[in-house]
């Protein structure tokens, strides 16, 4: 199976201290405003930046630069800190022993974008196999940004389709409603294979509306999801622990995590929509058209106009 590839988008937005207000992103009342420090910042840390603490490592590689803070390009993201063997998949020979000292790195997409004459900003994020830099890259330009700007706050708020205004998602109609239980035990999956499962493996339930049909919208099936007292879908008995519907997000009906840990609501399921170079990694180009798509729309529906990126 390919390797998931997900979409996170965020909104940014800079407030006085003190004061919920939001205040312009191009407002003249900051030292350095969100978009010229954007740029700087990205300028900056165009260089391995290294976190000992984390066993992380990253570093910006820009590909396109469309002025007052707007940039595509790849986040450099490196674990390191441990052993481990890389080996031939074919013939389970060893090719290389990777050292403590060795950093593990994977290309991961960003877009940083402010609309002309806007008010608030955008940025997203690409993950590969559930792994994103969203964090620890975030967290610093926050701090900087705010160090820059000691009477303003920055926010970054990650973008459900539950929260954006106006109510144009909450009214997409849900075409498939997923629920999932990772690692589902053999318990759970004895009574459909007859006790020739894995030990472990991912068990999901489909529910699919009829061609032209619905299972209703978004906001009245996420609603209707109810949760037990441990947190957790409770459905013929069997407990799922994750919730994707189906919705249109852009031009395309791409999956969503409704329901699911907090790292992975929200999370807009791409996989399917990228084409991938000869080293199995989405290409530039493809992600770059997928997040023009989903943040114009993200645009479109919070700001309530749209902005060609």
Known sequence: MASAIGFRGY???????GDPALIPVNSSDFRQSPDSFTTNFINRWSN?????????????EERENGGAGDSKGFVHYGTFGFESNLVDNATKMQNYRRQVSDVEEIP?????????????????????????????????????????NPDFLLRYQKLMPTDVRGGAYNRAPVKRLRLIK???????????????????????????????????????VSNSIGKNDRGVILHD???FNEAVADIKVGSKTRPVTVFGSDTFAGVIDITDDIERGRDGHPTFDSLSNISDDILSDFNEMIVGKSDEI
């Open 237 to 239: 008995g069997i407990e």
């Open 108 to 148: 991961l997409f960003y877009e940083f974008w402010f609309p002309e004459g806007g008010r608030v900003g955008f940025v997203g994020f690409q993950s590969f196999q559930g792994r994103s830099c969203v964090t620890i890259v975030m967290e610093r330009f926050k701090s900087e940004f705010e160090a820059a």
């Open 182 to 220: 990772r690692g589902a035990s053999p318990d759970v999956t004895d009574r459909y294979l007859g006790g020739n499962a894995p030990e472990k493996v991912d068990f999901e339930v489909s529910i699919k509306a009829r061609r032209n049909g619905s299972l209703g919208s978004f906001r009245d």
């Open 48 to 60: 391995v930046v290294t976190d000992d603490e984390r066993e992380r490592s990253w570093y910006f």
């Open 11 to 17: 909104l940014i937005t800079a407030h006085r201290r």
